[in-house]
């Protein structure tokens, strides 16, 4: 990894540095962890004391948190220009070199130029594999899938046949995209699979946790849009939509034909039943539970099983917890009344 300069930092950034301009920085830490050659931020003066006794000699950091004795890069919104400076100054590591002896790639498939394949990844018929993309060891890609420019597959990583990735999809470790849903038809004590015939689709920018699973539609599509970012261990049924810049946490599940609209954030262990809809904008707190059918409006907080506006759930969590105070009460008020 080459050094770079506080200078070329700011540079990039198009933040003003006050400073030592030749300032060489290696990488990025927290302040307690970094050494001289790090670069860390400061967002907020609860951190002030930790910037300053850090051994860090540049510090990205906004207007009104400026420090005394160390090199600065004045960025409005420090926490994004730190993240925007990490991946410039430590490049991700490449997933795999050159195309491994050990892979099986159908005479069919396509590779685009500068695509790299690992150890024993198997790549079937008729799969289309866009410029730069790097596939990791012991990947599937399923007949007739498609990637598109830049997509980085962490080791094991599944595709079903059919699957479509934008470009720049980040997929981690164990993922398995386009499996069949869960969908059954009972009579007479047999359950009959129903058709499983459908789609996966995923836009551009997205990134899918570690041994995350998404169905494909049934008889339809299901659909990530740009920009979705989901936690390891999330489960999305055949037919779900997710839209634009969403952000799902660890170990959700979303059941069949739910609609996940823009921007919207959904805490950890959140269950969404079937044919739910989440509009543009809210959040759904961590163990929320919304029941089938159910709509969250947009811009709304909602919290609980079943998940009610946020300011509700805190009133009746509140009462609920005077509950063993309020029985002891009753006990109390019955006793006198037999007296009585």
């Known amino acids: 990894m080459a050094n770079r300069t506080a200078g070329d930092l700011a540079k990039f950034l198009g933040c003003p540095l006050q400073g030592e301009n030749a300032l060489l920085l290696k990488g990025v830490a927290s302040p307690e962890a970094a050494e001289a050659d790090d670069l860390i931020y400061l967002d907020s003066s609860r951190h002030r004391e930790r910037v300053i006794r850090s051994s860090a000699r540049c510090v990205i950091t906004s207007p009104d948190l400026l420090i005394s004795g160390k090199t600065m890069i004045v960025a409005a919104k420090p926490k994004l220009a730190f993240a925007r400076a990490a991946a410039w100054l430590v490049p991700l590591s490449?997933?795999?070199?050159?195309?491994?002896?050990?892979?099986?790639?159908?005479e069919s498939a396509s590779l685009g130029r500068g695509s790299v394949?690992?150890?024993?990844?198997?790549?079937?018929?008729?799969?289309?594999?866009?410029?730069?993309?790097?596939?990791?060891?012991?990947?599937?890609?399923?007949?007739?899938?498609?990637?598109?420019?830049?997509c980085r597959l962490y080791p094991?990583?599944?595709?079903?046949?059919?699957?479509?990735?934008?470009?720049?999809?980040?997929?981690?470790?164990?993922a398995v995209l386009g499996c069949d849903?869960?969908?059954?038809?009972t009579d007479q004590g047999k359950h009959w699979k129903f058709?499983?015939?459908?789609?996966?689709?995923?836009?551009?920018?997205?990134e899918i946790g570690a041994n995350t699973t998404i169905a494909r539609g049934s008889l339809g599509i299901t659909r990530l849009e740009s920009q979705v970012k989901l936690d390891n261990l999330v489960h999305l049924a055949h037919n779900v939509q997710v839209g634009e810049r969403t952000l799902v946490a660890?170990?959700?599940?979303?059941?069949?034909?739910?609609?996940?609209?823009?921007?919207?954030?959904i805490g950890g262990q959140v269950g969404i039943a079937d044919h739910c809809r989440l509009e543009a904008g809210c959040i759904a707190g961590a163990q929320a539970g919304i029941p089938s059918g159910k709509v969250i409006r947009g811009?709304?907080?909602?919290?609980?099983?079943?998940?009610?506006?946020?300011?509700?759930?805190?009133e009746q969590y509140g009462w609920f917890a005077r509950l063993p105070e309020?029985?002891?009460?009753?006990?109390?008020?019955?006793?006198?009344?037999?007296?009585?």
Do not use: M, N
């Open 94 to 106: 490449p997933i795999a070199y050159g195309v491994h002896a050990t892979a099986v790639i159908a």
């Open 195 to 206: 058709p499983q015939a459908g789609a996966l689709e995923i836009a551009d920018d997205v």
């Open 326 to 340: 309020l029985a002891e009460r009753v006990s109390k008020l019955e006793e006198q009344t037999r007296k009585r």
């Open 250 to 265: 660890a170990q959700t599940g979303v059941a069949g034909s739910s609609i996940i609209e823009a921007d919207v954030v």
């Open 181 to 185: 849903g869960f969908g059954y038809v």
């Open 156 to 174: 094991r990583v599944t595709l079903y046949a059919g699957v479509k990735l934008g470009g720049q999809v980040i997929v981690h470790s164990g």
């Open 117 to 150: 394949v690992g150890p024993f990844a198997v790549i079937e018929e008729e799969v289309e594999i866009g410029e730069e993309t790097q596939i990791g060891a012991f990947c599937f890609l399923g007949r007739g899938s498609r990637l598109g420019r830049g």
């Open 299 to 314: 811009g709304q907080t909602v919290w609980g099983t079943p998940a009610r506006p946020i300011e509700r759930f805190k």
